[in-house]
């Protein structure tokens, strides 16, 4: 997915650093990543709750196989989350991977649903209405590559806060990353 590069391995490791800071109060023993890809967040988090039982899932085959050695703890599963029958959380992640479904609201209805009662659901997603988005994922595609799921919906943070109040979470306080073109979003379940 990201590879050796020490660009995108920098960036991943900002963009992680800043969703474990956002949630490291709420101490969850068990942490749900939707399109977990590789396992680079999971291995990541793991480091900061440690006792925290780890759940992933991911589309593609080849990713969930690197994940599984990535983070050997974690119960990780493949197919579409939309399918899959999955354990609760207390805390359930979705980091730049709304944006390649379909139906971000219904996803993000059952991220709510599994997050249950007093649970968070933690999302990040990139920001394309920027023109500085536009003009940055040009540069990264033409320098550094591009990877994982081809399709894109154009799903805004408005789009994004109101389908997660449809789904009954209230957002904490969100944080944005590398030039505000990533915004991440903390919310709880009300």
């Not at 800071?21 to 900061?48: A, Q, R, T, W």
């Not at 207390?90 to 059952?110: C, F, G, Q």
């Amino acid at each position: 997915m990201h590879g050796k590069n020490p660009i995108s391995s920098g960036f991943r490791k900002g963009r992680y650093h800043l969703a474990v800071s956002m949630v490291e109060d709420i101490n969850p023993k068990s942490i749900l990543d939707i399109g977990c890809g590789e396992g680079h967040f999971l291995s990541y988090i793991s480091g900061g709750f440690p006792g925290a039982k780890l759940y992933g899932c991911d589309r593609r085959k080849d990713w969930v196989d690197k994940a599984k050695k990535a983070c050997p703890d974690a119960e990780i599963h493949t197919g579409d989350f939309m399918e899959l029958e999955l354990k609760p959380a207390d805390l359930v992640v979705a980091l730049e991977m709304m944006e390649h479904n379909d139906d971000p609201a219904k996803m993000i209805k059952k991220a709510a649903m599994l997050a249950g009662k007093n649970g968070w659901v933690l999302i990040s997603i990139p920001r394309p209405e920027l023109f500085r988005w536009r003009i940055t994922w040009w540069l990264w595609t033409h320098t550094v590559g591009r990877w994982g799921l081809g399709e894109h919906t154009n799903l805004t943070e408005s789009q994004l806060i109101d389908f997660a109040k449809q789904a009954g979470l209230r957002m904490e306080k969100p944080s944005r990353f590398f030039f505000d073109c990533i915004s991440t979003m903390p919310f709880r379940v009300s």
